[in-house]
């Protein structure tokens, strides 16, 4: 049985807190706590990914610019990059490759090297937002639901929890979504994204399409973007079909929830 697996039995069953230590996890290349996405050229992606932040990420977080925001897995810090040009001033930022950490720093951006679940259990202070900026579907079904527990523990009460995983529901990449990678354990959809949010403390959640086709300078951007939702229309039919009611059909989906007890 995962370690993760067996702590979290004993918090149900004691009802209590038990450390979760993040070398028991699952994930043996791509640990959930730091970030993968980064192209060759760190520098060339804080340019590159902030029109994909724009879009994806900043229509949910507080109108406060004060609001206080813990970015986890940050990597070289593209969202904090993103953040503080949208006049965010209370971001912190949390990766567990102390490499990665440093070009953020090297800009000015607020991020410590640290590992997730140690950070998460170790620190005093509450959130108006966390943002996992790697996929949850970097941890095991039982590790994502120790996580958002966690994730919780950190909130405020109205505070947000913003993520995102790997759409299974999408019948061109769902399946290699999962299997091109050995840490990813699972793949979401719509519905089974909220069941993992309310065991893990969120049950009330928003779900949507995460939008790849963001930079509108580029004309490829709207074929690509014709093609894929082409596509999913079609899709939808298909599962309307089959007497399934699919509406997110993208390859990845965010979840937005809220602390409310």
């Not at 607020?110 to 108006?128: G, I, M, P, T, W």
């Given at each position: 049985?995962?370690?993760?697996?067996?702590?979290?039995?004993?918090?149900?069953?004691?009802?209590?807190?038990?450390?979760?230590?993040?070398?028991?996890?699952?994930?043996?290349?791509?640990?959930?706590?730091?970030?993968?996405?980064?192209?060759?050229?760190?520098?060339?992606?804080?340019?590159?990914?902030?029109?994909?932040?724009?879009?994806?990420?900043?229509?949910?977080?507080?109108?406060?610019?004060?609001?206080?925001?813990?970015?986890?897995?940050?990597?070289p810090?593209?969202?904090?990059?993103?953040?503080?040009?949208?006049?965010?001033?209370?971001?912190?930022g949390?990766?567990?490759?102390?490499?990665?950490?440093?070009?953020?720093?090297?800009?000015?951006l607020?991020?410590?090297?640290?590992?997730?679940?140690?950070?998460?259990?170790?620190?005093?202070?509450?959130?108006?937002v966390?943002?996992?900026?790697?996929?949850?579907?970097?941890?095991?079904?039982?590790?994502?639901?120790?996580?958002?527990?966690?994730?919780?523990?950190?909130l405020?009460?109205?505070?947000?929890?913003?993520?995102?995983?790997?759409?299974?529901?999408?019948?061109?990449?769902?399946?290699?979504n999962?299997?091109?990678?050995?840490?990813?354990?699972?793949?979401?959809?719509?519905?089974?994204?909220?069941?993992?949010?309310?065991?893990?403390?969120?049950?009330?959640?928003?779900?949507?399409?995460?939008?790849?086709?963001?930079?509108?300078?580029n004309?490829?951007?709207?074929?690509?973007?014709?093609v894929?939702?082409?596509?999913?229309?079609?899709?939808?039919?298909?599962?309307?079909?089959?007497?399934?009611?699919?509406?997110?059909?993208?390859?990845?989906?965010?979840?937005?929830?809220?602390?409310?007890?």
């Open positions: 049985m995962n370690t993760v697996v067996k702590v979290v039995q004993a918090a149900k069953s004691a009802g209590g807190v038990t450390r979760i230590r993040s070398e028991d996890l699952a994930a043996r290349l791509e640990p959930f706590d730091s970030y993968w996405q980064a192209p060759e050229n760190v520098d060339a992606g804080y340019q590159k990914f902030k029109a994909y932040y724009r879009s994806n990420y900043l229509p949910h977080l507080p109108a406060n610019k004060a609001a206080s925001i813990l970015v986890i897995s940050c990597g810090g593209y969202l904090l990059d993103t953040l503080k040009d949208a006049g965010y001033t209370n971001v912190v949390i990766d567990s490759d102390p490499h990665k950490v440093e070009h953020g720093r090297a800009r000015g607020n991020c410590v090297a640290a590992r997730a679940f140690e950070y998460l259990q170790d620190a005093a202070d509450v959130y108006d966390i943002i996992p900026e790697q996929e949850l579907n970097h941890l095991t079904l039982d590790e994502t639901i120790a996580f958002l527990r966690l994730c919780h523990a950190r405020r009460r109205g505070g947000l929890l913003v993520a995102y995983g790997l759409n299974g529901a999408n019948p061109f990449v769902g399946s290699e999962l299997s091109h990678n050995i840490d990813h354990f699972y793949t979401f959809t719509e519905y089974s994204f909220q069941q993992i949010l309310a065991l893990g403390g969120f049950p009330q959640s928003r779900v949507m399409d995460l939008k790849l086709y963001v930079f509108w300078k004309p490829l951007n709207y074929v690509g973007l014709g894929t939702k082409g596509f999913e229309l079609a899709s939808r039919v298909m599962f309307k079909l089959y007497g399934k009611n699919v509406t997110h059909l993208s390859k990845k989906i965010l979840g937005v929830a809220a602390r409310v007890d």
